[in-house]
């Protein structure tokens, strides 16, 4: 594993399905990020987590949880899916030296 | 309210001339600003940042990128483009009320016609 990846890459879900996207860093970095990307909106965050055993609500939580057992792994899980969660979703990580955010690769949820 | 503003949601440049794509800034103190590209089906990649120090700050793939300031700006540039600079570039700021996140603006599009 080299920097963030995140799992799956793309998924289509049923509405009122339950989803969790998996997100793995091998940075050790504490702090770790869920953005949504939307066309003409930009990123938006979700949730977040400063370091392991944290999390703090972002711009547009509702629908979602995060949980944070440890400093690799920051999975987000769509409790009840609706079509307005199709999004594509990106996980970030940093070391909070300077707020730099490494990215990675998205995953793109289609919800019918 | 601290926010990133891009106003162009495109920018069409010829390859071999220079580009400038915008971003201003409203943040209280000094500001950390950051600029990312988004290639198609890609996550974000960081560019360059700007903390303290010279104003003009060079990054990856010839980009570099100018602190003002005065304007509250830092726009992105590159002497000469490529088509492969063709990409959706995004431009952020330290949220320093909250200084583990990003504020990001929406993003502009740069096309690269040969």
């Known amino acids: 594993i080299a920097g963030i990846t995140q799992a799956p890459t793309s998924q289509i879900l049923a509405a009122g399905r339950r989803m969790t996207l998996r997100c793995t860093q091998d940075m050790r970095h504490n702090a770790m990020y869920w953005y949504r990307q939307d066309l003409g909106l930009g990123l938006r965050l979700i949730h977040y987590?400063?370091?392991?055993?944290?999390?703090g609500k972002g711009e547009v939580p509702d629908g979602y949880s995060v949980s944070r057992a440890n400093t690799d792994d920051f999975p987000l899980t769509l409790a009840s899916a609706v079509p307005s969660q199709t999004s594509v979703y990106f996980c970030a990580s940093s070391d909070q030296t300077y707020g730099e955010q490494f990215f990675g690769p998205g995953t793109r949820l289609t919800v019918l | 309210a601290q926010s990133v503003a891009q106003p162009e949601d495109q920018v069409n440049v010829a390859e071999g001339n220079p580009l400038t794509v915008k971003c201003t800034y409203s943040v209280s103190g000094n500001p950390y600003l950051f600029w990312y590209v988004q290639y198609p089906n890609r996550g974000l990649q960081f560019l360059l940042k700007y903390i303290t120090g010279d104003n003009l700050v060079k990054g990856s793939y010839g980009f570099e990128a100018e602190f003002n300031k005065s304007q509250t700006s830092f726009h992105l540039k590159k002497p000469s483009a490529l088509v492969s600079d063709s990409a959706l570039y995004f431009c952020a700021v330290r949220d320093m009320r909250n200084t583990d996140k990003l504020i990001f603006g929406t993003g502009t599009r740069l096309q690269v016609f040969p």
């Open positions: 987590s400063n370091t392991a055993g944290t999390t």
